[in-house]
């Protein structure tokens, strides 16, 4: 379903749900993860069950989708119909409908958000959170480039993406130009273009609508930059200290050969799942 003003017709699973009014949206590795969980816990506001939906970046769907058919193997209906609704990071929600189920019983609270670190980078994103929301708080986490490279590539080396050399990927990349995209390489330069990436959202929202925290300051300073957070969130207040929790710290893969094979083959889900309901979790890591 389009949100393209002229067309955007509403479903009744639409109306019964409240809009989202926030969006997390990246970039990757620069401390978006720690900030959902922070709001997570805070009683004014709600974030779904699915932390990346995903839904208004069809362009990098499209890109990822042969690499991310191998590792979702969720039934997104059967996931939604169930009562007791599993924590998941990322599930390419595409229809309207199920998207608008995600915030059942988000009613009451005074901030209803979500965070989909791919929106900042995708080009189809800003107007189609715009198209459905016009009065939405758009907030982006950025961090200083090569760092965030770094550790972006740190985190596909232990997820088994990739064996290469950090170099040889970002040389790929550049070799492709304007072409470069997810789905065609690593994708780290293209991810860390701020700039550019910050103005195709300021086309559509007004600057009181965006707020650009920074990852150093996240760390140096964490209560006056979330301090600035909440601010722009305006009705939700803080509760006590401002800390940011801890969240995605790279580990190093044991095995890091199998690991890569079963990343490959798609069964990694697989195996990870059957380790965790039978290993504790130090064994199963």
């Known amino acids: 379903m389009s949100y393209d003003r002229e067309t955007m017709m509403m479903t009744s699973q639409e109306r019964a749900s409240p809009k989202v009014n926030l969006f997390l949206v990246g970039a990757p590795k620069a401390g978006t993860t720690s900030i959902d969980r ?96 016009p009065d939405a708080r758009i907030v982006a986490v950025l961090r200083r480039p090569l760092d965030r490279i770094r550790s972006h590539y740190e985190m596909d080396r232990v997820h ?51 707020c650009v925290l920074s990852f ?8 006056a930059e979330l301090g600035r957070l909440f601010a722009f969130l305006g009705n939700a207040a803080p509760l006590g200290p401002l800390a940011l929790p801890s969240a995605n710290r790279s580990r190093a893969a044991r095995f890091p050969g199998v690991n890569r094979v079963l990343h490959a083959s798609g069964l990694k889900p697989l195996v990870s799942g059957a380790l965790r309901k039978a290993l504790p979790k130090r064994l199963e890591q």
Not at 41 to 54: A, G, Q, R
Request: hydrophobic share 35%; with cysteine.
């Open 160 to 210: 088994g993406v990739t064996g290469r050399s950090l170099m040889s990927l970002v040389e790929e990349e550049l070799a492709l130009g304007e072409d470069a995209h997810w789905g065609n390489c690593a994708y780290y330069v293209g991810a860390s273009r701020y700039s550019q990436q910050l103005q195709a959202f300021y086309r559509y929202f007004a600057p009181e609508n965006v």
């Open 38 to 133: 922070l709001l997570r816990n805070h009683p004014d506001v709600f974030l779904p069950s699915i932390k990346e939906p995903c839904h208004f970046c069809p362009d990098v769907a499209e890109q990822l989708a042969p690499s991310f058919r191998k590792k979702q193997r969720i039934d997104i209906a059967s996931y939604l119909a169930s009562a007791e609704r599993e924590e998941l990071g990322l599930a390419w929600v595409t229809s309207a409908d199920d998207y608008a189920r995600l915030f059942e019983g988000a009613q009451e609270r005074k901030v209803v958000g979500e965070c989909s670190t791919f929106y900042l980078s995708s080009k189809a994103a800003p107007g189609r959170i715009h198209g459905y929301n």
């Open 216 to 223: 150093e300051t996240l760390i140096a300073d964490p209560e």
